[in-house]
C-alpha cells in the first residue's frame, strides 16, 4: 500500500509538474545567481531554449550600424557590464558557424536540463523541440512550447507565445563601472501587502473587432495597491501603455513586468497611485486579415495609426472612463508606446492633443511629416506638453527618433531625453524607458524647463 502511495506521488508528480526555471542565488560569480531549466518531453531528440533568449553582448562589441560583427556570448563567459540584444535573425549565422548558446541536455530519459549563470533582468523564453536554428523556430513551425507551468500573462491562450522570469542584481560581481545593468526597479516590491498592485485582462465592446470575440476587444489593466481601498471615489491618473509590432496587450506585463515596474515608482514616491491600461492595436477591425501572435508565416499590415486612435477614441477610452475609477481631464492621462506604440503616442500628441498632457515616445518608429510652425500656430497646446523621446544607442530606430527630435527642436517643443545606453530595439531598453518615464516626465508640472525631473 505504502509503496503504492510512494509511486503514484511519482506519477504524479511526473505528470504534473513537466517544466520549471529554478532561479538560485549563489553567492559566487560570475553572477551571483543561476538559473535551472527542467522540461521533460519523452519524444524530443534536441531541446533549444528560445523564445525571447538572446546571446550576451557588451558595449565594446556592439554596434547599431551592422549586427555582423557584434559579439555573441555564451551567459557562461559573462563579464560584468555585458548586456543581452535582439539579434535580427539573417544576422545570426546557422550552425556549425555559430553554435547557439541555450541548448539543453538530456540528463535521464525524456528529461531535459541547461543550467547558466545569469545577470539583472527579465528574460522570456519558449522550448523549441527538435528545432536546429533557434530564431526561425516560431509557434508557426510546430516546434516551440510554451511552458507549461509557467504560463505567460495573457487574455486567451496563444496571446502570448513565451513565459518570462526575472533574475536579481548582485553588485558584487554584476557591478561596472562603465554601464548600469540593474533592472532591480522590475523586481516584486518587497512590501506586497502596501504597495503591490493588481494586473489582470479585461475585454471591452468595440464593435467590429475580431479578437478576442467578434465585437469584443481587449487589455490588459494595472490598478495601484490602493485602487477600491481609499475612502469615498478617487480618481486615480491614467497611463496608457502600447506595445509594438507584432505584439499585444499582454506584452508589458508578461514581456515587461509593467505592474513590477509602477509598484516600485509608487513605492518610491517618483509617481502617484496611476492606473495603467496596455491596449492592443490589432485585430481592432477586420481590414488587415486576422493578426495571430507569435506566426511568422502569417504576417498582417500594421494598422495606420490615425485609424487606431480614431478606434480607441470611439470605443476604448469611453469604456475605460466608465468602468474604472480614472480621472476625466488631460492633466491626468498620459499616453506612451514602444516602436510603432511610440508612433501611436505621437499621433495622439498630433491628433489628440486635448485628451492628454504627458506622451512617452519609447523607440518610436516614426517618420516625416513631422509638426512644424504652421501645426504649432493652429495648435498652441503642442508646446505645452510634457513628453519624452527615448530610444537605444543601438536601437534601429535611433535616426528616425532622431529625426522627431529635430523636428521637435525646430519648432522649440521642449522634451525629455533618455538614451538607453545598453540599448537595443528590445525589451530591457523598454523597462529602462518607462522607468525613466515615470521618474522623470510623469505628472510633473507643466510646462517642463531644464529644471523638470532633477528633483
Ligand atoms: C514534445 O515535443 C513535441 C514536438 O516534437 C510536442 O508536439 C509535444 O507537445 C511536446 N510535449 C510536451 C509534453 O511538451
Ligand atoms: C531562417 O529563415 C529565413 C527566412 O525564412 C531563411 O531565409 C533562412 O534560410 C532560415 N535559416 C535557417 C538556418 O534555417
Ligand atoms: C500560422 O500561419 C500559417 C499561414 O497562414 C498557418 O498555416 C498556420 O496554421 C499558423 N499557425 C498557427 C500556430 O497559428
Ligand atoms: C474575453 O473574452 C474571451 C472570448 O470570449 C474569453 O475567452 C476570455 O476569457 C475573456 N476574458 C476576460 C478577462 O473576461
Ligand atoms: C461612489 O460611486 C458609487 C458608484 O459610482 C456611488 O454609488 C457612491 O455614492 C459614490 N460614493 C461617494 C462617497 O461618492
Ligand atoms: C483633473 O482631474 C483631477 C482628478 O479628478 C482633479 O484633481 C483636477 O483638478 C482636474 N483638473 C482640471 C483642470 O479639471
Ligand atoms: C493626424 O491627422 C491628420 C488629418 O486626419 C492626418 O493626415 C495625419 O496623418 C495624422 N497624424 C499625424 C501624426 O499627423
Ligand atoms: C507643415 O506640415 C503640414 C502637414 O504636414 C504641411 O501641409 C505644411 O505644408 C507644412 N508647412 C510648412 C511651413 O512646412
Redesign the pocket.
Known amino acids: 500500500m505504502r509503496g503504492y502511495g510512494i509511486a503514484l506521488a511519482a506519477l504524479l508528480l511526473s505528470s504534473e509538474v513537466l517544466a520549471s526555471v529554478t532561479v538560485r542565488k549563489t553567492d559566487r560569480g560570475p553572477t551571483g545567481y543561476e538559473v535551472d531549466f527542467r522540461y521533460v518531453n519523452t519524444t524530443a531528440k534536441r531541446v533549444l531554449i528560445g523564445g525571447g533568449m538572446q546571446p550576451f553582448t557588451d558595449q565594446f562589441h556592439t554596434t547599431g550600424t551592422s549586427y555582423r560583427f557584434n559579439g555573441r556570448y555564451d551567459p557562461h563567459d559573462y563579464k560584468p557590464g555585458d548586456f543581452y540584444v535582439s539579434n535580427p535573425s539573417p544576422q545570426l549565422p546557422a550552425e556549425p558557424a555559430y553554435k547557439w548558446p541555450y541548448e539543453m541536455t538530456q540528463s535521464a530519459e525524456g528529461v531535459w536540463t541547461y543550467t547558466a549563470p545569469f545577470p539583472s533582468g527579465i528574460y522570456s523564453f519558449a522550448y523549441l523541440v527538435n528545432c536546429n536554428y533557434a530564431p526561425n523556430c516560431s509557434i508557426d513551425t510546430g516546434h516551440l512550447v510554451i511552458d507549461p507551468d509557467l504560463p505567460p500573462f495573457q ?2 491562450p496563444g496571446d502570448q507565445v513565451s513565459s518570462s522570469f526575472q533574475v536579481p542584481f548582485d553588485a558584487r560581481f554584476q557591478f561596472s563601472p562603465e554601464l548600469n545593468t540593474n533592472f532591480d526597479y522590475a523586481l516584486d516590491t518587497p512590501d506586497p501587502h502596501l504597495h503591490r498592485g493588481t494586473v ?4 471591452y465592446t468595440s464593435p467590429g473587432s475580431i479578437h ?2 467578434p465585437d ?1 476587444h ?1 487589455f490588459g489593466i494595472y490598478l495601484p495597491a490602493e485602487y477600491g481601498r481609499s475612502p469615498g471615489n478617487k480618481s486615480y491618473p491614467l497611463l496608457y501603455l502600447s506595445h509594438g509590432a507584432g505584439g499585444n496587450g499582454a506584452d508589458w506585463e508578461n514581456l515587461g513586468r509593467m505592474s513590477h515596474i509602477l509598484d516600485n515608482l509608487i513605492r518610491l514616491g517618483h509617481i502617484p497611485p496611476t492606473v495603467v491600461v496596455t491596449p492592443s492595436f490589432y485585430n481592432l477591425d477586420a481590414s488587415g486579415g486576422r493578426f495571430i501572435y507569435g506566426n511568422k508565416s502569417h504576417s498582417v499590415p500594421i494598422p495606420p495609426a490615425d485609424a487606431v486612435r480614431q478606434n480607441f477614441e470611439k470605443y476604448l477610452f469611453p469604456w475605460v472612463e466608465a468602468h474604472y475609477d480614472v480621472c476625466r481631464n488631460a492633466s491626468c492621462r498620459a499616453f506612451a508606446g514602444l516602436s510603432m506604440g511610440g508612433v501611436l503616442a505621437y499621433e495622439m500628441f498630433v491628433n489628440a492633443t486635448d485628451t492628454f498632457d504627458y506622451y512617452g515616445m519609447f523607440s518610436p518608429a516614426t517618420n516625416p511629416p513631422y509638426v512644424n510652425a504652421s501645426s504649432v500656430a493652429e495648435t498652441p497646446a503642442l508646446m505645452r506638453k510634457g513628453i519624452m523621446v527615448a530610444y537605444g544607442l543601438y536601437d534601429f530606430v535611433f535616426p528616425q527618433a532622431r529625426a522627431l527630435q529635430e523636428a521637435l527642436d525646430a519648432v522649440g517643443i521642449r522634451y525629455i531625453n533618455r538614451v538607453t545606453p545598453f540599448g537595443a530595439h528590445y525589451w530591457n531598453t523598454w523597462l529602462d524607458e518607462l522607468w525613466w518615464f515615470g521618474v522623470k516626465v510623469l505628472w510633473k508640472d507643466l510646462p517642463f524647463g531644464v529644471e523638470t525631473g532633477r528633483k
Open positions: 487574455n486567451v489582470q485582462t479585461a475585454n478576442p470575440a469584443v481587449d
